[in-house]
């Protein structure tokens, strides 16, 4: 188990960076999660490796959806249509 | 949008608009997931085009246990399977590759090459549309698994545990397939910014 690797010692820079997503899905132990934000209260670097994730999340979460062409718009008409049609 | 039953509601009484709606919400986000478990793009349409009319179909016995878009996945999921993998699945979940190159580290494991900064440069160009389609060929050039994890967690929102319901996935298979995907695409964004510096 990695997070019993480290109870006994400072995270380093390196295990920082494997546990970010523990830590932002809350799954570390509070002990673990002490030492984690131990180490980033101390480590610019990991800090805005911390940011840098919570960011990329952001930002894959503003992708929008492409728009549909006109003709699968009608596509999707028609299939709808069609479904309709079978109902009655 | 509206409220799940009310949606539903529409569809059965033959509201069109409700239904393409629907497809342009989630058309593009379940194709690009049908590809990542089949040999290429038509068969992912045909795939999507099948989900389709199987929602349909399938709206009388929707009963909002779980919501429509879970359901949707889900659907699409099930299909994407049977009609055909693309690649060995049983691919180990917890690859051995780190979330940053290990020649970042120096012997002590402390930052030899810390992370340069990009968060400002980065922030309104997805939202301006000038960087979503390389985010999003990101995404498409990401290992199956992590694609499929990032796809619905990361880009449509959904929780773990839906995630894990759409894909059958355990919890913490889930959270190691996120982690190696967001990982990446972290350092995609730093490598992108690097270069127009």
């Known amino acids: ?88 | 949008m509206d409220s799940d039953a009310e949606l539903v509601r529409r569809l059965r009484s033959g509201d069109e608009h409700a239904f393409t709606g629907l497809v342009e919400r989630y058309h593009q986000p379940m194709l690009q997931l049908a590809a990542s478990f089949v040999p290429n793009l038509a068969v992912a349409e045909e795939v999507v085009q099948d989900t389709w009319l199987a929602v349909l179909r399938g709206l009388d016995g929707f009963e909002g246990r779980s919501s429509l878009k879970t359901w949707l996945f889900r659907i699409l999921v099930n299909r994407a399977r049977t009609t055909g993998s693309k690649e060995q699945r049983s691919v180990p979940v917890a690859d051995p590759e780190p979330a940053v190159d290990q020649s970042r580290f120096d012997g002590a494991g402390g930052w030899a090459d810390p992370p340069e900064h990009w968060i400002e440069a980065a922030e309104g160009r997805v939202e301006a549309g000038k960087l979503a389609h390389r985010v999003r060929a990101w995404i498409d050039d990401l290992p199956a698994r992590q694609r499929e994890v990032v796809l619905l967690r990361d880009v449509e929102g959904m929780s773990s545990e839906e995630v894990c319901t759409v894909l059958s996935l355990t919890e913490g298979n889930q959270r190691v397939l996120l982690h190696r995907g967001r990982s990446r695409l972290r350092q995609l964004f730093e490598d992108e910014f690097r270069e127009v510096r």
């Open chain 1, 1 to 88: 188990m990695r997070i019993f690797a480290f109870l006994n010692r400072d995270v380093v820079c390196q295990q920082a960076v494997e546990l970010v997503t523990d830590y932002l899905e809350g799954t570390l132990s509070r002990a673990a999660r002490r030492r984690f934000e131990a180490h980033l209260s101390g480590c610019p670097h990991c800090t805005e490796y911390l940011a840098q994730m919570r960011e990329t999340i952001k930002l894959t979460g503003q992708l929008a959806p492409e728009d549909l062409t006109p003709q699968m718009r009608e596509e999707f008409t028609d299939l709808y249509r069609r479904w309709r049609s079978e109902q009655q």
